[in-house]
């Protein structure tokens, strides 16, 4: 495990009577790139501002390379932020607003234009030195900003919410381009979004946040494959929780859902408590004709609704007692099966019991 | 007419700027003419006034004759608005980001003394600043003040009139400026290593200029033509050239002198707020709109 770079043990902010973040306590190891994903009001804004230093923890303590620094100012941290508006100078030029921090840190005359001039040319801006940032796209202004930051070579970068004000398609593109410029710089970045894509594309680690703490700090894949809390499963991803009553039976927790039928997951999947339940991604569902053999969990039902996604079709399909289950299918199989399924099917929906996941008992209750 | 208009999109910027133009000729340009041709005039009220081109030696005349008053107008001018700018910045920097919910009652504490009239707010002041007056007369009486200690009737009273008369229209804009700045800019710059005083002189002040570029010519201009401070405030050791103007005009019924010397005064305002424009840059001004 390489050194650990920023660590928060058991931070805590109060606004007023409000807990904004409640007792977070994270490493972040040199040269991760580590999101906080959470939807608006889950605290992953004010945990980054108290890492940049703009909020002071109610209580709690945060170290920056072994070094506490939970009330040093912000511009005595060795910590720079891309700012969700970027916050660029507006009457300062783009080589001006870049050159900010090297002047502020005593840095003069040719390693300053050299320094830009490197950072500029990371974020491929060159022959923008002169304009101001009113001349500038959102993209634009965006790599400015993370070159503002980045030519400081800090310890760490923080980034809020870098991509919310650009369109999807530059969304994207950005999203390539910073992992890109992680990867080159090898400073570690600390990642703010309530986007899941993103982090799910960008990440080495997730922590999952909601209503003040994390619910779930793990890498994209066993994020998506072994979500551990409802809320993680429904957060990232679209997931189908099968809910009821909780028994064991050998290697298998069960659960025998309101309609009699009995679904399995094996135990090695995790711990699923008194209060948990069996969950399984809309892709890992097979849909079969009635009369169809299975092996492993089975449940019927009738397609209430169908739509054709292009590489994807998702069905709505309704079981017993009104429970209704998500299934996307892949559409290779439209040269054996000439036709989608229609509302009003009767199907069998099965799945292998290693394919699904267990949450535990809820923690943000 | 609306019909008409279409026709002819161009037509409708000078047709809404057509009520200011004609407001402008009417009470602006037609006057200067007047005032032009007054200036050029010699003769008194009683033998009548002639207009010659050679009545041009008035301008050298009265500026050598008012000299005094000129320049001591520029500099009380000039002193007023740099105490309305000394005083107004914090003050509207306080408004701006610290007074929270108090924000609008001190905007309005800071306007409230124009609800009253102008000669009112003067007069005022004559009876404060008395020798007499509440303020000093205690003081003298208990012999922190000697007795001869006068305030009214010295160019510091006159300043100071000049300075309280004037100073919301240095606050106002200095506050809108401030108010305008993304705080998050601030943020910015500190994070990038500016200490408080550092990210105040890189990005605050930088920001507010045009605020203060508006709220200096603001006090400037009118303190230039000021005569009711001098006159109720000062005394003949303070005249300004509004003074001068005033009693030419309305006194001596001299009406060419008087003319020139508005005349000379419009010209000498517009070159101080050229230079002024030319020392602050106009390139800093739209960079902080823009």
């Known amino acids: ?365 | 007419m609306i019909a008409f208009l279409r026709r002819r999109p161009g037509l409708l910027p000078l047709l809404l700027l057509a009520p200011a133009i004609a407001w402008l000729v009417a009470f602006y340009v037609y006057p200067a003419i007047q005032m032009l041709q007054a200036s050029l005039w010699s003769g008194t009220l009683e033998s009548g006034f002639a207009f010659s081109w050679a009545n041009a030696a008035t301008y050298p005349a009265a500026l050598d004759r008012y000299s005094d008053q000129f320049l001591r107008s520029i500099l009380y001018a000039a002193v007023s608005t740099v105490v309305c700018l000394v005083l107004a910045f914090p003050l509207a920097y306080t408004i701006a980001y610290r007074a929270g919910r108090f924000r609008t009652l001190l905007l309005f504490i800071v306007i409230a003394p124009f609800f009253t009239s102008f000669l009112l707010r003067v007069l005022a002041w004559k009876t404060v600043l008395g020798d007499d007056g509440f303020l000093l007369g205690p003081l003298k009486s208990i012999g922190l003040l000697p007795e001869e200690f006068r305030v009214l009737a010295t160019p510091i009273a006159v300043i100071f009139g000049i300075s309280y008369n004037f100073f919301p229209f240095m606050v106002l804009p200095i506050y809108v400026s401030l108010e305008k700045i993304d705080r998050r800019l601030v943020e910015a710059a500190k994070d990038l290593y500016a200490g408080p005083v550092r990210a105040f002189q890189r990005i605050t002040l930088p920001l507010a200029l045009p605020g203060v570029f508006a709220g200096s010519l603001l006090v400037f201009i009118p303190a230039m033509g000021d005569f009711v401070n001098a006159e109720l405030l000062g005394s003949v050791q303070t005249r300004l050239i509004g003074n001068v103007i005033q009693s030419r005009f309305l006194v001596n019924n001299d009406y060419p002198t008087a003319a020139a010397l508005s005349f000379m005064l419009m010209a000498g305002i517009l070159a101080a707020v050229f230079m002024y424009a030319r020392v602050l840059g106009t390139d800093e001004l739209e960079s902080g709109i823009g």
């Open chain 1, 1 to 365: 495990m390489a050194d650990v770079d920023v660590r928060l043990v058991n931070v805590t902010k109060k606004f007023g009577d409000q807990t904004a973040v409640d007792g977070i306590t994270l490493d972040v190891s040199d040269g991760e790139f580590f999101t906080l994903l959470g939807p608006s009001g889950c605290g992953k804004t004010t945990t980054l501002r108290m890492i940049g230093g703009f909020e002071q923890p109610t209580s709690g303590l945060i170290e920056l390379k072994g070094e506490d620094v939970t009330f040093l100012p912000a511009h005595e941290r060795d910590v720079n932020t891309v700012f969700q508006s970027y916050a660029l100078f507006p009457h300062l030029t783009i080589f001006e607003n870049v050159a900010f921090g090297l002047r502020r840190s005593g840095i003069k005359g040719d390693e300053v234009t050299s320094r830009v001039g490197e950072a500029l040319e990371l974020v491929q801006l060159i022959g923008y030195e002169k304009r101001k940032p009113a001349q500038l796209s959102g993209g634009q202004a965006q790599r400015v900003a993370l070159a503002r930051a980045l030519v400081n070579r800090p310890a760490v970068l923080l980034l809020d919410e870098p991509l919310g004000a650009l369109d999807l398609k530059l969304r994207k593109q950005m999203g390539i381009e910073l992992k890109r410029i992680q990867r080159e710089v090898s400073i570690t970045f600390i990642y703010v979004t309530h986007d899941q894509e993103e982090a799910m594309t960008m990440s080495d680690r997730i922590a999952v946040m909601n209503k003040g703490h994390y619910e779930q700090l793990a890498g994209p894949e066993t994020l998506y494959e072994r979500p551990t809390t409802r809320f993680v499963a429904s957060f990232v991803g679209a997931s189908n929780l099968l809910e009821g009553k909780i028994g064991s039976d050998g290697e298998s927790w069960t659960v025998t859902l309101p309609s009699g039928d009995v679904v399995r997951a094996p135990k090695s999947l995790g711990d699923i408590g008194t209060g948990g339940a069996i969950g399984v991604r809309p892709e890992k569902l097979t849909l079969l004709e009635p009369g169809q053999e299975s092996k492993g969990n089975r449940l019927d039902g009738t397609v209430v609704d169908t739509s054709y996604l292009g590489v994807l079709t998702q069905y709505t399909v309704e079981g017993a007692g009104g429970l209704r289950l998500l299934v996307s299918e892949q559409n290779v199989d439209r040269t054996t099966r000439s036709d989608t399924w229609r509302p009003g099917e009767r199907v069998a929906l099965t799945w292998k019991p290693e394919h699904g996941f267990v949450v535990g008992d809820s923690k943000s209750a």
